[in-house]
Nanobody, 124 residues
């Protein structure tokens, strides 16, 4: 059974940076796409980024493009989200998820397992 554990969240001032990590176990990590989603209070979960199994195909939400960078290390079963120039509207719980397919999607319903989330709070 897949287990995903996010870390790296915290409180940061606007304009600052954070790096989220997601450790995966119990799955053939290098075969599957990974995604990052977020959910702010009172809002629906939304797509942030996804990365293909070999890291060659990336996608970002327009709201984070140019500020966030997704990457993965298949040797360590890790996926990362580098977040720069953070804005108060980036405040949310961030989740990583695995899609049992080599390529990602923006649709959260097509991801099969989820982490517990990590809180990111950006103060103005």
């Amino acid at each position: 059974q897949a287990l995903l554990v996010e870390s790296g969240g915290g409180l940061v001032q606007a304009g600052g940076s954070l790096r989220l990590s997601c450790a995966a176990s119990g799955l053939s990590f290098s075969n599957y796409a990974m995604g990052w989603f977020r959910q702010a209070p009172g809002k629906e979960r939304e797509f942030v980024s996804h990365i293909s199994s070999n890291g060659g195909n990336l996608d970002y939400a327009d709201s984070v493009k140019g500020r966030f960078t997704v990457s993965r290390d298949n040797a360590k079963n890790m996926v990362y989200l580098q977040m720069n120039v953070l804005k108060p509207e980036d405040t949310a719980v961030y989740y990583c998820a695995v899609r049992r397919w080599p390529y990602g999607t923006r649709r959260s319903s097509e991801f099969h397992s989820w982490g517990q989330g990590t809180q990111v709070t950006v103060s103005s």
